[in-house]
T-cell receptor
Framework: GENVEQHPSTLSVQEGDSAVIKCTYS??????FPWYKQELGKRPQLIID?????GEKKDQRIAVTLNKTAKHFSLHITETQPEDSAVYFC???????????FGKGTLLTVNP | DTAVSQTPKYLVTQMGNDKSIKCEQN?????MYWYKQDSKKFLKIMFS???????INETVPNRFSPKSPDKAHLNLHINSLELGDSAVYFC???????????FGDGTRLSIL
């Protein structure tokens, strides 16, 4: 089955800096890659997603890149703010089923 | 209106008891899911139903039994609760394969 590795497990940055979280996946058939943000005690919320026919997608301060050949994708957050502090999860799935396999999460702390 | 709602929000009970968690979505989605998030924040799929049909059944003990009376509801019944069942259980829903999953607020289950 699919295996998703996520790094780093914790990331601390200064307000205004950029943050990058990287994920690799094992199943070359995977074609949908969402990113979720989970604040403490809250539910995971989708922040951005990318499909395998696209190499990059951007939404304001958040961008995701996908390298299908290397089977890895990354989340980029620019001009970080304290409210960006949360656990971020990457995930992967393929069109033949509904199963979403999550990475183990990255705890991002943005220091004011 | 809450899109995916779970009840109860908190559940504290003793080992050996039987309990149920209910989930309802008003998004008109065809697919619903149960996830378990352990103390290390790892999100793992347990079950998924598509139009009341079970489509994902991961390696979960038989003590866990999902039931979907209609496509807007997915309940989870747990028999003979064990200490290791302590976790946050999230319900989610999506429309078709490879579409964003929307999560409920979670049910925090604590076994004494």
């Amino acid at each position: 089955g699919e295996n998703v590795e996520q790094h780093p497990s914790t990331l601390s940055v200064q307000e205004g800096d950029s943050a990058v979280i990287k994920c690799t996946y094992s199943d070359s058939a995977s074609n949908y890659f969402p990113w979720y943000k989970q604040e403490l005690g809250k539910r995971p919320q989708l922040i951005i997603d990318i499909r395998s026919n696209v190499g990059e997608k951007k939404d304001q301060r958040i961008a995701v890149t996908l390298n299908k050949t290397a089977k890895h994708f990354s989340l980029h957050i620019t001009e970080t703010q304290p409210e960006d502090s949360a656990v971020y999860f990457c995930a992967a799935s393929k069109g033949s089923n509904y199963k979403l396999t999550f990475g183990k999460g990255t705890l991002l702390t943005v220091n004011p | 209106d809450t899109a995916v709602s779970q009840t109860p929000k908190y559940l504290v009970t003793q080992m050996g008891n039987d309990k149920s968690i209910k989930c309802e979505q008003n998004l008109g989605h065809d697919t619903m899911y149960w996830y378990k998030q352990d103390s290390k924040k790892f999100l793992k799929i347990m079950f998924s139903y598509n139009n009341k049909e079970l489509i994902i059944n991961e390696t979960v003990p038989n003590r866990f039994s999902p039931k979907s009376p209609d496509k807007a509801h997915l309940n989870l019944h747990i028999n003979s609760l064990e200490l290791g069942d302590s976790a946050v259980y999230f319900c989610a829903s999506s429309n078709q394969v490879n579409q964003p999953q929307h999560f409920g607020d979670g049910t925090r289950l604590s076994i004494l």
